[in-house]
């Protein structure tokens, strides 16, 4: 089984929706959980933290469901420059880190 | 510029020639790690290291080596590489702590 499962997409969406992504992890030992965005060939950038309380950035907002083991991440407003592949990442203990194989959005005009 | 460093960009390279790729942070961050990314498969962990002289090995270690003689490099070695070998590489630093990796910006080797 894998640690993190991401549902693959792709999302396609018009300007101004908003879209959620759901990620679970399968380590009930998580300890830390992240959202990174990652661009076509490029580096995967940290997006947010996303912490128990559930977490606001902007149009961006992260949430932790502890007792089902699963995170999300909510876009409201989407634009253009959100189209990218969203990854869900988990720290277990030991160290290491597992990342999604990610959700790819495109946002359309 | 706080950053993660690594070189070279872009390599091709034949069966069982051994190389290096190079990796350098300037953030003195203590986790230092090595993914692979492939499609279909996400990005795996190939080793970690939690500081100097300490490294650990993730889910695909095999094939490659690495060291941590000072903080702000961690080199990753193939020996021998192989056509199974060929990937986009990353390089990654973090901060003891709860924090996530700052990622370089990748390595696409090809083995022939």
């Known amino acids: 089984r894998k640690e993190v499962e991401q549902d693959p997409g792709p999302f396609n969406v018009p300007e101004g929706a908003t879209v959620a992504f759901n990620c679970t992890y399968s380590?009930?030992?998580?300890?830390?959980f992240f959202w990174y965005r990652q661009d076509c060939r490029k580096e995967p950038k940290l997006l947010m933290s996303?912490?128990?309380s559930g977490n606001e950035d902007g149009r961006f907002t992260a949430q932790l469901n502890r007792a089902s083991q699963y995170i999300s991440l909510l876009i409201r407003d989407s634009k253009l420059s959100d189209s990218a592949t969203y990854l869900c990442?988990?720290?277990?203990?030991?160290?290491?880190?597992?990342f999604g194989t990610g959700t790819s959005l495109t946002v359309i005009p | 510029e706080a950053q993660v460093t690594q070189n070279p960009r872009y390599l091709i390279t034949v069966t069982g020639k051994k190389l290096t790729v190079t990796c350098s942070q300037n953030?003195?961050?203590?986790?230092m790690s090595w993914y692979r990314q492939d499609p279909g498969l996400g990005l795996r962990q190939i080793y970690y290291?939690?500081?100097?002289?300490?490294?650990d090995k993730g889910d695909v270690p095999e094939g490659y080596k690495v060291s941590r003689k000072e903080k702000r490099n961690f080199p990753l070695i193939l020996e021998s590489p192989s056509p199974n070998q060929t990937s986009l590489y990353f390089c990654?630093?973090?901060?003891?702590?709860?924090?996530?990796?700052?990622f370089g910006s990748g390595t696409r080797l090809t083995v022939v």
């Open positions: 953030m003195n961050h203590e986790y």
């Open positions: 290291s939690m500081n100097v002289e300490v490294t």
């Open positions: 996303v912490y128990s």
């Open positions: 380590n009930s030992a998580s300890q830390s």
């Open positions: 990654a630093s973090r901060i003891q702590g709860a924090g996530g990796y700052t």
């Open positions: 990442v988990v720290n277990i203990p030991g160290n290491q880190f597992y």
